[in-house]
């Protein structure tokens, strides 16, 4: 389809659990793509019901020569799907049909799908191979690299999983094309988190392209994902396991939890809540007087242009566990919406005793975890939102 | 209580995921047993109802001047709530408390709190740390150590989990004269086990104490506990992820892991199944021309004197995947005991595209693993099993 931009292929470098992103055009269905995989007897191709009909009998097709037999699973789409149950038909699957612990997966699809069946790839017999072909921007800018699995439990997203790296990374640009303008959306705004976070040459470039690229212009496209597999790349090579210097991809992230969690799963697309999100830790970062307005408005006027919501949502007071907002005023008084944003950033992963800890930007492409005084954060959820 | 028989340490060797194995008296309600653990806020014990009324106070107390805040889930008792449903409950706990990355796990209990304590701590925010108090003779000897952890799947036994390390393992030898007899037997089929796959004289001393360990002599217990740990830990530093060596602590659980599922769990203690199971692999081991008869005759008297049954029972039919046995005679024919034996062990973590590996004997203290043919299969279990 695109055949005159080059597949690049970008390392991650870990040790024996080191891997390639592929990045380029007619990938998903080359037979040559997945040659170097080890052999194995069975594949299971997990994918959703979107993607499905799109990809996966090309996929399978591709994987015929490889696999003497291939099965599918395809999960209902979207984040309030993230769920266990959904996570159980994998594994039903992949008993029904005696799959051994040589059979690789392959995840078809978004952030969910990835997500999944990365989880489920680390929990089958304690470990079986997988490969990632993720079909979003967002999943291959970001979530399928980098080998974080999951699935959400009701009172916080991506609170069950294991760091767990595939074999390998086949980002297919063709699959770009078919992608909804929303999720196109959604997608940039993990693209758009790299130049804050790491490099400015980078933000100016998604700036002066953001046109082409919501155009999906091919090149474009090649581009914006190659070089955010390429600071992904670095930061997760120095933390695998998040320990320190990986905290910083989460730019946006704690605000935009608690948005996913507090609206319900799958209410905002992820990448809407952390284009939103990285919206309100900016404006946090100004507040403690760690970055200047001008930076600021630049970062809110791109994410705009990307099509991606800029204002907070007020969030659902039933969405949080009973009792754990400490609103220091007694059970009776009336929760505010900043209320619910703090009850769901205390239960983040990077909270510490309760703590909540924001990656903000304190320099030109640098960013930083620290926390914040309650009321300072109250400050910016009220300024970030709208009213009721 | 037995304070005459002085503490051991096993260390398990794993780089730097090494760990030691405390084994003693009076170690449970001791802080100097835990004074080493990392610094947290919160502490999580996971225990179940039986065991809880024992000694869940005595363990929240001694951990007191180690953590502020020390919560407490009980679970129900027995392997059939080995399952998602009740590992949920765990992470449910950590959430509404608020549990952040540092939190550490106490598994107090038997293998099935083991093993659902392991895999919640592996899983709860991609990973937080845990300690393995086991309270029976076969936790302390076989399932919490090593960091294989599970829950069972409908379909099959420790089907979903992790390889995870424990921050220590904690084995008060007090806590086993409270142990039923059903399950102190339980235990000794682990016990037993290390005789057979690894050393003789080990296997002469468990013959010639087994009544002392039947009246759970301490200092008897002291040393089938501390040898049982000393060769796993051997076994476990070769081979970590299970991928050669390790199988041979797996001898008698083919067998026995089909006994479990095809009862339903729970029906069956996992020990008496690997009794019966190593039974089974000990004929199949003689069919197979690898050991004498005089060994098989010991080995089965030996667990018949632990109180253990050394007779396989008739599994249900309806404990297997639809479509699941491949009887060869068409679908309308009625299922054999062998048939559905075999369809179970065809979903074992050991077999490989469809072809079941066998835990065997093949000279004194020596153990491997082999395939074999059905038909010689379908004899051992005819010849073991009590007819309908």
Redesign the interface.
Known sequence: MHASIPPNTVEIDLGDRSYPILIGGSLLDAPTTYADLPPA??ALVVTNSTVSPLYAQRLRTALQGKF?SIHTVVLSDGEAHKT?QTL?LI??SL??H?C???TVLFALGGGVVGDMTGFAA??????VPFVQVPTTLLAQVDSSVGG???IN?P??KN?????YQPLKVVCDLDTLQTLPPRELSAGLAEVIKYGPIADLVFFDWIEANIDRLLARDPAAMAHAVKRSCEIKAWVVAQDE??YGLRAILNFGHTFGHAIEAGLGFGEWLHGEAVGCGMVMAANLSQRLGLVDAALVRRLTALIQRAGLPIRGPQLLAGSI??G?AQTGAGSSRKLSNADIYLAHM??D?K????EIKFVVIDGPARASVRSAPDALVREVIDACCDGR
């Open positions: 007897t069975a003497r266990w159980n594994f039903d008993l029904a005696e051994d612990r040589k680390a929990s089958y017999m304690r470990g974080k699995t999951a439990h009172l916080g609170m069950i999983g294991a760091f396991r998040d566990a009973h754990a205390r239960v992963k909270a510490e005793a309760g």
